[in-house]
């Protein structure tokens, strides 16, 4: 996305602090998103170091908290950093995990998937519930959830099992999932505090150590300081492939009802959104084509030297 925004920006930002529609940035419509569900006070937001975007984003809209993270180490420790935050001072609170680069439409059906997820992490404490999207196609660069038997229903919605999790499989691996009934992972997840606590401790054992370090000097002259040596220790982490895909037993899945999902996080996706909502004349599109067409060249050439590699062997 990077190489269409600079070109469309004359600078570097991070597309979800872009305002590809109207007013604003996808980044503002998920925190507006997270103020109908909560209060403020209740609110965690988390932003990347050099994020100068961020805070005029942010705006009036208040947040609890706001979290500078040293330094981007994976989405693992974003969900982790805030969580310890989130512990300290409610332990045994249901958290919603919404990530910020995601379009949806209807907001206010959205709303409801949100809070069916809330609902359904209440009634299965033990799990975590991740809310997923039914494809259009065997798109290798989404995560997929593959959803097993019923576990409860809220009225006539029903939460599923999971058996497996799949992070950016292959396009063979892709097609499969795509023809076996497979879910998009949205990534938008609602569980216990203790729950998801429990789940980091059993599978990255290493990770919370740094963690729990950290959560016992909160609000205290070491928490700055701690915070940045965690960081520079901190391993790079993927919430999909490193923690949920080793455990998919310890999640439950909601397939979103009629909703329009995208994670807009390359050109093809973004100019696929503008498209079918008639916006092809939106000032970014032509930035839009030229980068997805490089990309489109280079993962030629990537093809072409590899094969050539094979042949040469």
């Not at 609890?64 to 982790?80: C, D, E, K, S």
Request: hydrophobic share 45%.
């Amino acid at each position: 996305m990077q190489p269409a925004v600079t070109r469309w920006l004359g600078r570097t930002v991070p597309n979800h602090y872009c305002r590809f529609l109207g007013t604003r940035s996808i980044f503002q419509h998920t925190l507006d998103r997270t103020l109908c569900v909560t209060s403020p006070a209740r609110t965690l937001v988390v932003v990347g170091r050099g994020h100068q975007e961020a805070w005029s984003q942010i705006g009036e809209r208040n947040p609890g908290m706001i979290l500078v993270q040293p330094r981007n180490v994976g989405t693992v420790a974003g969900l982790f950093l805030p969580l310890t935050y989130i512990r300290a001072c409610d332990p045994e609170g249901t958290v919603l995990i919404s990530p910020a680069n995601q379009f949806v439409s209807p907001e206010q059906q959205f709303l409801g998937e949100i809070l069916f997820a809330i609902r359904a992490a209440e009634k299965l404490p033990a799990k975590v519930v991740v809310l997923a999207a039914r494809p259009d196609g065997p798109d290798g660069e989404y995560g997929w959830i593959k959803p097993g038997h019923a576990l409860t229903s809220l009225g006539l919605r029903s939460v599923r099992a999971v058996t497996t999790f799949l992070h950016k499989p292959e396009p063979a691996m892709a097609r499969l999932a795509h023809a076996s009934g497979a879910l998009w992972n949205a990534c938008v997840m609602a569980g216990h505090v203790e729950t998801l606590w429990r789940l980091g401790r059993q599978v990255l054992p290493d990770m919370m150590v740094l963690f729990e370090r950290l959560g016992e000097v909160i609000n205290t002259p070491k928490e700055p300081q701690v915070l940045r040596d965690i960081y520079e220790r901190m391993p790079v982490r993927s919430l999909s492939r490193d923690l949920l895909a080793r455990v998919p037993g310890a999640a439950a899945v909601m397939e979103m009802q009629r909703v329009w999902w995208s994670e807009w996080n390359s050109p093809e996706r973004v100019m696929k959104t503008l498209t079918r909502l008639g916006r092809d004349s939106a000032s970014v599109m032509p930035h839009l084509r030229a980068a997805a067409a490089e990309s489109r060249s280079a993962q030629s050439l990537d093809v072409a030297m590899a094969q050539y590699a094979a042949h040469d062997q």
